[in-house]
């Protein structure tokens, strides 16, 4: 069982930038990547962006290239999701996700709310 636990979410004007961060525990030894989605109202949950444990695979949604950064500390189980220029449109639940050899684990999601 892994558990995931997010935070860092808030509100911030467009413009600002927001650091969002998830720690994992329980059986994490075969963790293949991490990652973060985001789910706005009225949407399907989307990709956002996805690192592997070596950190040496690293993708990101077209939307977010050139704004956001994720990171991962292996010593710490940890997992950000830098986020900087945010925009209204990347207003959403933040969710963030684990692969392993024993499937996909998820968080319970931290909300990012963007003014205009």
């Known amino acids: 069982q892994v558990q995931l636990v997010e935070s860092g979410g808030g509100l911030v004007q467009a413009g600002g930038s927001l650091r969002l961060s998830c720690v994992a525990s329980?059986?994490?030894?075969?963790?293949?990547?991490m990652g973060w989605f985001r789910q706005a109202p009225g949407k399907e949950r989307e990709f956002v962006a996805r690192?592997?444990?070596?950190?040496?695979?690293?993708e990101y949604t077209d939307s977010v290239k050139g704004r956001f950064t994720i990171s991962m500390d292996n010593a710490k189980n940890k997992v950000y999701l830098q986020m900087n220029s945010l925009k209204p449109e990347d207003t959403a639940v933040y969710y963030c996700?684990?692969?392993?050899?024993?499937?996909?684990?998820w968080g319970q999601g931290t909300q990012v709310t963007v003014s205009p």
């Open positions: 996700n684990r692969d392993g050899l024993g499937g996909r684990s």
């Open positions: 329980g059986r994490i030894f075969n963790t293949v990547r």
């Open positions: 690192i592997s444990r070596s950190g040496g695979i690293i």
